[in-house]
């Protein structure tokens, strides 16, 4: 997987009624919605990997558009967003990611959905591996995603908070 140059990675620490997430962007946008409660490492964890070499410099400031509009979600006002992102990923999880965007609020899909609405109705391992990389939760909606058979299957925020999001859009 390709990675970036070091840059300024942006970072904040957003609560919201009982959400705790950290949330993170680069001068180009929002790149990395943590889950609640987990700590900090998970964050600088995938900054490491993702921007090898970057500081993180905490700017609540810098990051208030992007906690405005998760805000907006997590008190219902908000179904979709529209801050500039700034994804990391292969050709491949970009793709995914894309189609995840494409699932309508308060709806859910299936993963072999993923695959065939991408054209690649045989990779739904990949497709799964590539949901499970996601790296702004809420924002690029995984949660959307069930098995096949309508049960809630992994998430990297915690089933707990997948229920929570598909009750939220309800």
Not at 83 to 110: E, N, R
Not at 150 to 160: K, N
Request: aromatic letters at 10%; one cysteine or more.
């Amino acid at each position: 997987m390709k990675t970036t140059q070091a840059q300024t990675l942006f970072w904040s620490q957003l609560t919201e009624q009982d959400w705790n997430l950290y949330i993170c962007a680069t001068e180009k946008g929002l790149a990395y919605v943590g889950s609640p409660n987990r700590p900090f490492d998970e964050l600088t964890d995938w900054a490491s990997r993702r921007f090898p070499g970057s500081p993180l410099v905490r700017d609540d400031r810098k990051l208030t558009p992007y906690a405005a509009e998760l805000i907006e979600y997590f008190q219902g006002k908000r179904h979709s967003f529209t801050v500039p992102t700034d994804l990391q990923g292969t050709p491949f999880q970009l793709t995914v990611w894309q189609a995840l965007c494409d699932i309508p609020f308060g709806q859910t899909c299936s993963y072999s959905d993923i695959a065939e609405s991408i054209g690649k109705p045989s990779s739904v391992r990949a497709v799964g591996a590539a949901i499970g990389s996601n790296p702004l939760l809420v924002t690029v909606p995984c949660h959307r995603v069930i098995g096949k058979n309508g049960s809630l299957t992994g998430y990297r925020g915690g089933l707990e908070m997948k229920t929570r999001l598909l009750a939220l859009e309800k």
